[in-house]
């Protein structure tokens, strides 16, 4: 019975991994094959193009726009930043972050669905059985879960894919996951979305968008206050837990 048992367990154990393996493996592709490509470059080279396109299919090019930007998200391909400030060249300021936060939400769900279906649930019951450290990381995660994955996707120095991933290893809930990443990427969309309304000056005068401008305090300023806000309900059970004391 064992002999029967372990190739089906093992079986099952690589079916539920091949979805974050294929996610591993189009990702490493996409690094070598994919830089160059989707690129501010080819931005530039296509811009007139893509306009051409946009004023006459404007739904399909919208719909083309979603599904290459969750590929990309989904997918953990270089370009996500080009995606965004794309968005903002074809749609606007107020389209152009519609779509992005929606691509990029959809996106960051599809990677840690796969992941939490792989490794995801089983470090996850290995943390409810565990005792000390790891178990007090457990229960402060799960008590300030809210907070924690809003920090993720506030701080800007978290990339993206460690946000997308970091959650499902560690068995947060998907609803709240859902919630704080369509919530917690509005802010870093409307920046990237507004660099793109006016990416179309820039290449006129033979630049490319200059994305330091994120660092700037007018810009970052504002991020690190709403992250302040998110992490003021950790900070305040952590007081009153030592008043307690």
């Known amino acids: 019975m064992s002999e029967m048992t372990d190739p ?7 079916k539920r991994h091949l979805p974050l393996i294929l996610i591993a493996a189009v990702a490493l592709f996409g690094v070598f094959t ?3 490509t989707l690129s501010f470059e080819t931005l530039a080279e296509n811009r007139d193009a893509l306009i051409a396109l946009r ?12 599904l290459i930007y969750v590929a990309i998200v989904g997918f953990s391909l270089p370009g996500a930043a080009v995606a965004s400030i794309t ?11 519609v779509l992005n936060v929606i691509s990029a939400t ?10 939490r279906a792989g490794l ?4 996850s019951a290995r943390m409810d059985a565990s005792e000390g450290r790891i178990a007090k990381l457990r229960d402060g995660l799960r008590e300030n879960e809210i907070s924690v994955l809003f920090l993720l996707r506030l701080v800007p120095a978290v990339p993206f894919f460690v946000a997308n991933l970091l959650p499902a290893l560690v068995g947060v809930r998907f609803r709240n996951y859902v919630f704080t990443t369509a919530l917690g990427i509005v802010p870093g969309a409307i920046v990237f979305t ?3 309304v006016g990416v179309g000056e820039v290449f006129n005068r033979g630049e490319t968008p200059d994305l330091s401008i994120l660092w700037e305090p007018h810009v970052i300023g504002p991020i690190l206050a709403l992250c302040a806000l998110a992490a003021l309900p950790m900070v305040i059970k ?3 837990g030592k008043r307690e004391i």
């Open 87 to 97: 968005g903002g060249f074809l749609f606007g300021l107020v389209g152009g972050t």
């Open 55 to 66: 004023d006459d299919h404007f739904v399909l090019i919208a719909a083309a726009f979603v």
């Open 106 to 115: 959809a996106g960051a769900c599809l990677i840690f669905l796969a992941a």
């Open 8 to 14: 089906r367990a093992r079986a099952a154990g690589l």
């Open 194 to 196: 507004w660099i793109g």
């Open 34 to 36: 994919l830089r160059d």
């Open 238 to 240: 952590a007081v009153r």
């Open 120 to 123: 995801g649930e089983m470090l």
